[in-house]
């Protein structure tokens, strides 16, 4: 299939469902291939079946533990012969609610999926991208990182962090022709949505809602056409960069 991505080999975790899902279809309509990372295997299997046969893989993963990042990446360059973007797509967060009612634990585990997981990428990728003569990674973080809503405090606090880990890693990586961006979405219709709401009522859709200054909340095609863009060599001279699709939100 032909395409800006043709060619092109991505990863996408966190590909089961949400923004991940319409980022492996966006990929694949581009004509690149995909892995469909997802602890839940069921979706990823049935999203790299959309993307279509012989251009898709999907595995089950837990990106927080290494191990498992290796893997993928191993399984993907067995079947694809190379990788040219990492995307960082999942994530977690907390239940809307006051700081002092959010465990210990949510921290932790918060933190290892949106952050950690993005030096795991890293610690794999670097090397990989070095013998290849370059690559990308990019990171789905937030505009909660930005301009953060209260209520999600370690959410937030976790992307602000993606956001500086991509800063970082771009300005280190860059002699090596190694890309590396951010995405920062408004919420939308994703399964965390309820999470950021803490519960789903229509006032507390129209607050959200109004927050934005095009009036509506981000869709997965919105995300997923950013990345794209980000992945093509269209966006060749871009890195450290934390692109708002947000409507506006963060004027």
């Known amino acids: 299939m032909s395409g800006r991505l043709s060619g092109k080999v991505a990863i996408v975790t ?8 319409e980022i492996c279809r966006k990929f694949g309509e581009e004509g690149a291939r995909v892995t469909v990372l997802d602890l839940n295997e069921e979706g990823a299997k049935q999203v790299a079946k959309e993307v279509g046969d012989g251009n898709a893989l999907a595995m089950r993963c837990d990106v927080t533990k290494r191990s498992e ?9 067995e079947k694809f012969g190379r990788i040219d973007s990492y995307v960082n797509n999942a994530g977690i967060t907390h239940t809307n609610k006051p700081l002092l009612e959010i465990d210990e634990s949510w921290f932790d585990k918060i933190f290892a999926v949106n952050v950690k997981a993005i030096y795991y990428s890293a610690l794999e990728m670097v090397p990989i991208y ?4 370059g690559g990308t990674i990019i990171n789905i973080a937030s505009t909660a990182g930005v301009r953060p809503r209260p209520g999600l405090v370690v959410y937030n606090a976790s992307k602000g962090a993606a ?13 090596d022709n190694i890309r590396v961006t951010a995405i920062n979405p408004v919420a939308g ?10 519960e789903d009522t229509p006032e507390i859709r129209e607050k959200f809602r109004s927050s934005v200054p095009i009036g509506r909340l ?23 960069v934390a692109i708002e699709v947000d409507g506006g939100r963060c004027i």
């Open 189 to 198: 219709e994703t399964p965390l949505l309820r999470e950021f709401m803490g």
């Open 163 to 175: 956001i500086t880990l991509t800063r970082s890693l771009a300005i280190e990586l860059a002699p």
């Open 14 to 21: 966190g590909g089961g469902s949400g923004f991940g899902a």
């Open 69 to 77: 990042v290796s893997g993928a990446i191993k399984a993907t360059i």
């Open 130 to 133: 070095r013998k290849q003569g």
């Open 218 to 240: 981000s869709t997965p095609r919105d995300i997923a056409n950013a990345v794209a863009f980000l992945a093509s060599d269209e966006a060749a001279f871009m890195t450290g």
